[in-house]
């Protein structure tokens, strides 16, 4: 089935929303986008790759100042984006990206405030994925080979920093169920029921939409 939803994964850090996200694409048929936006971001504004790797789904930080080459402005005058927080030279840089992207045609897009930016889409779902503490720690703590309790402090970390961050440019409730179409719990099904499911619901959507 050719589907013609935009998707857009949010995602609890050890939850398997990336690779969720991933195989959702693959099943689907569709482009996904996840570290490639970094890329991207990269060589359209002319920054350092892995400078912005560093500064990925983080709120802007006063001491972290940059003059842009070449950033999208979002209609505001150049002035307006020059000695900008890194950060936001990435957020207004990807919010671009995001959109034209979205443009061409279905696609499976994780994180970086992606839900926002493609919320006037008028085929954007937007997927919340989450999963119990020790799910997820246990998960990070395998697959990483680290002992529970150093996973369940990354889990703290990160999951501070993704709301942080959408909090930031999103001026949203990260996690909130109200702010997305789906939240699932990805422990109930594990990472390929998850994907069946979700490919189902699209689908369904598609299917009954009017």
Known sequence: MSIHTVISISRQ??????????????????PFYDSALITMAAEKSGMSKQVLENLDEKAASRFLYTIPSSIPTMGHPTTAIYNMPLSD????????????????????????????????HPHHLSIFIHAPEEVRAKRIAEYEKIEIKEALARISKYDKERKKYHDYYAAGTWGN?????????????????TIAMLKQFIENIEKFEV
Do not use: H, M
Request: hydrophobic share 40%; proline share 1%.
């Open 13 to 30: 850090f050890g939850s398997g929303g990336r690779e969720i996200g991933r195989g959702l694409a693959e099943a689907c048929e569709i």
């Open 177 to 193: 169920a109200f702010a997305y179409d789906l939240t699932i719990n990805s422990a109930k099904l594990g990472v390929n029921g």
């Open 89 to 120: 030279t990435l957020f207004l840089t990807q919010y671009e990206i995001i959109k034209q992207l979205a443009e061409r045609g279905p696609s499976v897009f994780v994180g970086r405030c992606s839900d926002y930016i493609l919320k006037e």
